[in-house]
């Protein structure tokens, strides 16, 4: 046993401060790379790496590092400031109860939680199954054809779903019809999307259309709410079929409880359908994050936005899953994409599956009906206690008519301890799977309507949906929903699905661009605190003071962090935010009469997000190429202002740039486009390269997005939840997104986002301090220059800095052996998972590379453990190379090995079973085995299956 090393315990404290726990190198550790590197210490080597004049002028006024205790102390004050009420707002946020084997076992486990998006499918199968578990689960209640992994909340997947259909008409119509009892956060966000793209918003009642409509001839579609906001249900046949017969698509809002007892929108015609699967199991958090759902019928899925898991084959014909139709995404496909999404929901998606499986279909049909029941029961005592019931048929969700008392009634339910909704002259109460007779009797009390609403055993079939919306079809009969009912079995298969994935709980994931950082358990833990979880996104302010305290406060920090004078948490991913800080750089030119200022230059590097996010905020996307040197090409930069000058407006870099270097540029960058009348953007990805080191706005940044998914330690819950806040300089302060309750150009369905994982983001800051944070910057950088100097002899560094170093990410160039002896990128990244690693990012930002980012939060031994698995395949290579091992049958063309192919009872490669499994320079403790070969991509598009397949389903495609 290794003696204790005593540099992670400072005298000073009776425990390690946390940036000792957070950052993987200790003194020794990091003497041992300055000598490799060459340096005597970390300030000469930074000299060497970031550009003098860009050094900040000024420190991060940020207080003081607390310890783990302190830090839960001062959150848990926070927390208790808020009150916890009985809410029966609505408005698509429900009050649920979280099964605690999904909570501790999803939520809390990182297996789950610290995954990356299922890009490399062989170490993802887990959650590629259980992500595929929600997609069925969402295509079998709407009655769709195909469903995707989830989207970002149901008010932008319903623009998602407006666009969609947009696109679909090919720009021959521009008007969009919506339905006017839809969720008001929704049509705030509608409104936000069509705007800039020329879309025209015009609402409709749906009690004038349901018997017929005239479609206006420039219309290619319309939403529909069912159940609507105020609770209404209605047979939507009709209306869509009159939409269908103008050429229009209709899209429908909906709610997956009320689905297993209601007529499914795929029955009534309709050609897309959304919301969120947020009372599937998941808190409220104040907004967020929760997973929307959205489904469409098969002549729009290869148009379908977001991820979408389908079913393929490896390469020795096992069922295995991928994500499928990769070409219609944002990194391919850029400005011309489906959307702009990278990040979804996966985590929460993962969560009300889980919920599915648990609960089964007759599970949920049971929590639906006494849903209704108790709806039914309070909406029947309201009546007989004189009051007037807008909708007859309803689900959840009881609209009572209140001209004259609207204020008195929403007060007396508060003071009993309800929050409900008020609307113009009247109230809406929402009932949901936590809510109980003894609750209804209360408010019953509260509003004055006396206790008798709620009756024995006769009340227990009160229906008020009518036979023709009643659901008569079954749903989720593959037997995945039937097989885990009791927690010995859930328990076991949660555990076997993690248990074929790799995440950072087994090791480092070095992809490049990614940020794979610790996600520590302390600043996990306030998540699900009751006081942080089961707060309604619209209760009133006084119930959330302990949040707002937390956001100003983390809204500061970030502000301090970055150098700008605003920050808005409000977007909740990174493309969000994208989309936001473009939209305030719109707005800005339009306050200043310029809003003839459309033009968007961006480098040719860019990730595909940048133009993806300047199409929707309707600027046209110029490309700025870059040099040899993977720098923005100065010369062709100026022809570009030069040509656009008058129309510029905005240049979207990323700093460091996308290829791993600190761009000496980049003042110039900024002062060309400023000149020109322009706004700079600077991509935050690659902020950790920055904090403590650089300020934005000093080196002239106007706006940025800050992932606090990737620098802020926000987990990346194997495709989401993220968190893209933005921070703008002080002239784009005014134009920072609004409340979707009133404000301007909201950009999420809740007025802070995904706040429930803010504390996240609260206690990673305050535990580091400013000097923690400085010094977790200046590791990233130490440690990717550490990895660039051990692999540079095999595998050619493809850019560095003018002084020959790399910011916190290096790329390697593979090219050279593809064009000699046929071993590709992808190759070498397969091989890595049978040495235990997931696969650096690769073809990203140049084709047939890897780019490698080891992060702050890695330990020595684990880059070393890294580098002598990259060095052993760099030997294998030269292996096939000389001609020991064929080029159509080696390690790596074969890779990866799984168990079984080790067990197959002939062998007939060139090279051992050893080599294959446990190769030289593999130092894994406990050996990973992938779960499947290599995945079959070509196969998976070709034969698209996007649900759960039953053996008939399968035999048939693999035919």
Not at 161 to 188: C, E, I, W
Not at 687 to 696: E, F, I, K, M, R
Not at 865 to 890: K, Q, Y
């Amino acid at each position: 046993m290794p003696p204790i090393n005593v540099t992670h315990r400072p005298d000073s404290t009776p425990q390690a401060a946390f940036a000792t726990r957070h950052i993987g190198l200790n003194d020794a550790d990091t003497k041992t790379i300055l000598q490799t590197l060459g340096t005597s210490s970390v300030d000469e080597f930074l000299d060497q790496v970031i550009p003098a004049s860009l050094l900040r002028k000024d420190d991060m006024t940020i207080d003081p590092a607390l310890s783990e205790a302190e830090a839960l102390d001062k959150l848990y004050a926070l927390a208790k400031q808020n009150q916890i009420k009985t809410s029966l707002i609505g408005m698509g946020y429900y009050d649920c109860h979280t099964p605690p084997v999904i909570q501790r076992n999803v939520l809390e486990n990182p297996a789950w939680y610290t995954a990356y998006t299922p890009y490399q499918p062989e170490i993802s199968q887990g959650r590629l199954e259980a992500i595929l578990n929600f997609q069925t689960m969402v295509t079998e209640l709407t009655g769709m054809a195909i469903a995707n992994g989830s989207l970002l909340d149901e008010a932008t997947a319903i623009a998602e779903g407006m666009a969609l259909a947009y696109r679909s008409n090919r720009g021959k119509a521009h008007r969009f019809l919506v339905d006017s009892d839809t969720h008001p956060q929704t049509l705030a966000i509608l409104k936000t999307r069509a705007e800039p793209i020329g879309i025209t918003l015009e609402t409709f009642d749906l009690a004038t259309i349901e018997k017929g409509f005239d479609v206006p001839e420039d219309c290619f579609g319309a939403l529909f709410s069912y159940p609507s906001s105020t609770g209404k249900i209605a047979d939507l046949t009709s209306p869509i079929a009159t939409l269908h017969a103008a050429g229009a698509l209709a899209v429908v809002a909906t709610d997956l409880l009320a689905l297993t007892i209601l007529k499914t929108p795929g029955k009534m015609g309709a050609d897309i359908v959304a919301g969120s699967a947020q009372r599937f199991g998941v808190p409220f958090g104040y907004g967020g994050p929760h997973a929307a759902f959205f489904a469409v019928t098969e002549k729009l899925q290869r148009s379908i936005p977001g991820r979408l898991v389908g079913v393929s084959q490896d390469a020795n014909g096992r069922q295995a899953y991928r994500l499928a139709l990769q070409t219609r995404e944002q990194h391919i496909r850029r400005e011309k994409a489906t959307s702009n999404i990278c990040t979804a929901q996966v985590l929460l998606a993962v969560m009300a599956g889980f919920y599915g499986l648990w609960h089964g279909p007759e599970g949920l049909i049971k929590i639906a009906q006494n849903t209704h029941r108790l709806a039914c029961h309070f909406a029947s005592a309201m009546q007989k206690a004189g009051r007037i019931i807008r909708h007859q048929a309803f689900f959840d969700t009881v609209t009572i008519e209140a001209a004259d008392d609207t204020d008195r009634l929403v007060k007396a339910a508060l003071d009993a301890g309800f929050n409900i909704r008020k609307l113009d002259r009247a109230i809406a109460v929402s009932f949901d799977e936590t809510s109980t007779d003894n609750a209804v009797a209360d408010i019953l009390v509260a509003l004055g309507a006396g206790v008798g609403g709620v009756g024995g055993d006769t009340d227990r079939t009160a229906n008020v949906i009518a036979d023709n919306l009643q659901r008569s079809d079954s749903f989720m009969q593959h037997p995945v929903f039937h097989a885990y009912r009791t927690e010995t079995e859930m328990l076991r298969y949660m555990r076997r699905l993690a248990d074929r994935d790799l995440a950072l709980d087994r090791c480092m994931i070095p992809l490049g661009s990614c940020t794979m950082k610790l996600n520590a358990t302390a600043e996990m833990m306030p998540v699900t605190w009751p006081e942080f979880a089961k707060i309604h996104p619209y209760v009133p302010a006084d119930q959330a003071i302990g949040y707002k305290q937390m956001i100003d406060e983390l809204e500061d920090m970030l502000a301090a962090c970055t150098g700008y004078a605003a920050v808005s948490l409000q977007p909740n991913a990174g493309s969000q935010g994208e989309f936001a800080g473009l939209l305030a750089i719109k707005r800005y030119h339009e306050s200043r009469d310029e809003g003839h200022r459309n033009i968007c230059l961006i480098p040719s590097s860019a990730h595909g997000t940048n133009p993806a996010s300047a199409a929707m905020a309707g600027m046209k996307v110029t490309v700025v190429k870059c040099d040899d040197d993977g720098n923005v090409d100065i010369n062709d930069l100026q022809t570009k202002i030069e040509t656009h000058r008058d129309t510029i407006a905005a240049i979207m870099v990323t700093y460091p740039s996308t290829h791993g270097v600190f761009e000496e540029s980049i003042t110039d960058i900024c002062s060309m486009v400023h000149d020109a009348g322009g706004q700079v953007y600077v991509d935050g990805a690659n902020l950790n390269a920055l904090v403590g080191h650089c300020s934005l706005p000093q080196f002239g940044a106007d706006v940025s997005h800050l992932n606090l998914h990737k620098t802020f330690c926000i987990p990346h819950g194997g495709g989401g939840p993220g968190v893209g806040p933005i921070g703008v300089a002080a002239h784009l302060a005014d134009f920072l997104p609004g409340s979707p309750l009133g404000g301007d150009n909201p950009v999420s369905a809740a007025p802070f986002g995904s706040a429930g994982i803010l504390p996240i983001t609260y206690a990673y800051i305050a535990m580091m301090g400013p000097d923690g944070l400085k010094k977790a910057t200046s590791t990233a950088i130490l440690s990717a220059n550490y990895i660039a100097t051990r692999l540079g002899n095999r595998f050619p560094v493809l850019y560095t800095g003018s002084k020959g170093r790399v910011a916190h990410e290096c790329i390697i160039d593979l090219r050279g052996f593809q064009d000699s002896v046929g071993i590709s990128n992808e190759d070498v990244a397969k091989r890595l998972i049978d040495f235990g690693f997931h696969a650096p990012t690769m073809s990203f930002p140049v084709a047939g590379t890897l780019m490698i980012e080891p992060t702050e939060s890695e330990s020595l031994a684990e880059i070393d453990r890294f580098c002598d698995a990259m060095l052993a395949i760099a030997d294998e290579i030269s292996m096939v190379a000389s001609g020991t091992w064929p080029a159509e049958d080696n390690p790596l063309v074969n890779a990866p090995h799984t168990g079984d192919d080790m067990l197959a009872d002939e062998w007939t490669h060139p090279y051992s079973r050893r080599q294959a499994g446990n190769p030289v320079g593999n130092h894994q403790e406990n050996k990973y085995w992938p779960p499947v070969g290599r995945v079959d991509n070509a196969f998976g598009d070709r034969n698209l299956i996007c649900s759960c397949p039953s053996p008939d389903e399968w035999d048939q495609a693999a035919e």
